[in-house]
């Protein structure tokens, strides 16, 4: 009888183990596919800034030889800023190169720092899923009124609104992934960031 009894036992844990193992593997699975899709949105982000600094030294170039001003270069870098900071800020919240406050942080303990890791994520989903809607709203407007910039550019207004929709959806997603990793797997958002006390 006690036999079978730690046997039973033996399955359960077993079982538990399993299951933990699984899911442990679809959330690491499921973060490195998302790190993927990143990559790729960084790499657009770097071609903006490489376009952005290109522009920006032909116009001081322009000035500068010719002393003739190109009046598209100041719009130009101002949207592509845009796009380099919202292609490429899931990424950098995935490397943990956001700015943390350390006096904070640094005090707390390992528990409360998940537990901390946890409230953050959570608060960060919502407030994506908010800006996500306002901008998504904003952009569809802009294109189903074919409004256009009449600066020196004549851009389409939401392509300059494109890449804080999808901004915002890739940080929500990024955070969604970081508060399962926090919660499931027991990995918080500072983890290696933080000097030992």
């Not at 528990?111 to 919502?126: A, D, E, G, H, W």
């Not at 851009?155 to 990024?174: N, S």
């Amino acid at each position: 009888m006690m036999a079978k009894s730690k046997e039973r036992d033996g399955m359960e844990i077993t079982k538990n183990e399993s299951k933990k193992d699984k899911i442990e593997k679809i959330v690491r699975k499921s973060d490195s596919a998302f790190y993927r899709v990143e990559k790729v949105f960084l790499f657009f982000a770097v071609i903006a800034l490489i376009g952005m600094l290109t522009s920006m030294l032909f116009g001081i170039g322009s000035r500068v030889m010719f002393n003739r001003s190109i009046l598209w270069v100041t719009d130009f870098s101002g949207y592509a800023m845009v796009y380099v900071v919202f292609l490429a800020a899931p990424w950098i919240l995935k490397e943990k190169g956001h700015v943390i406050v350390d006096i904070i942080t640094g005090a707390l303990s390992k528990k409360f720092l998940r537990v901390n890791s946890i409230i953050i994520c959570t608060v960060s989903i919502f407030i994506c899923i908010l800006l996500l809607i306002f901008s998504a709203e904003i952009t569809m407007g802009y294109y189903l009124n074919n409004t256009v910039m009449l600066n020196t550019i004549q851009w389409p207004k939401f392509a300059l609104f494109l890449p804080i929709v999808i901004g915002f959806l890739m940080l929500g997603i990024r955070f969604f992934i970081e508060l399962l990793k926090s919660i499931l797997l027991g990995e918080d958002i500072f983890d290696d960031r933080l000097p030992e006390m």
